[in-house]
């Protein structure tokens, strides 16, 4: 396979993993999720750690999904804190986005 194949294929992968790691976090709706618990049924689906963080990050600065420490309840950033201290839940934009009411082509509902 080559470098241009395994980008497209990579490519391919990051939008589908995107829309899992959004519908899990789902799950719970109005409440968090702890970002080790998501990883966990994801890892049991085929999206390894690094790719769900990819999604994760890509999610969360996209304002999709609103990240925050376990801890204290701060909002948190993903390049500022280790993933195993946050929790996630859907914002707005999150929830319009699996309703159809809006679409983003790096993300596959």
Do not use: C, W
């Not at 304002?63 to 420490?69: A, F, M, Q, T």
């Not at 376990?70 to 309703?99: F, H, M, Q, V, W």
């Amino acid at each position: 396979m080559s470098n241009l194949e395994k980008r497209a294929l990579r490519a391919g992968s990051f939008v589908h993993n995107n829309g899992k790691v959004l519908r899990t976090v789902n799950i719970l709706r109005l409440k968090y999720n702890k970002l080790t618990g998501v990883q966990s049924v994801l890892e049991d689906d085929g999206i390894a750690e690094d790719e769900f963080l990819d999604s994760v990050n890509f999610l969360a600065e996209e304002g999709y999904i609103h990240l925050r420490r376990i801890s204290n309840k701060e909002p948190a950033a993903l390049a500022d804190t280790d993933y195993t201290a946050l929790e996630a839940k859907l914002t707005g934009k999150g929830i319009r986005l699996l309703a159809g009411g809006i679409e983003d082509d790096m993300i596959e509902v």
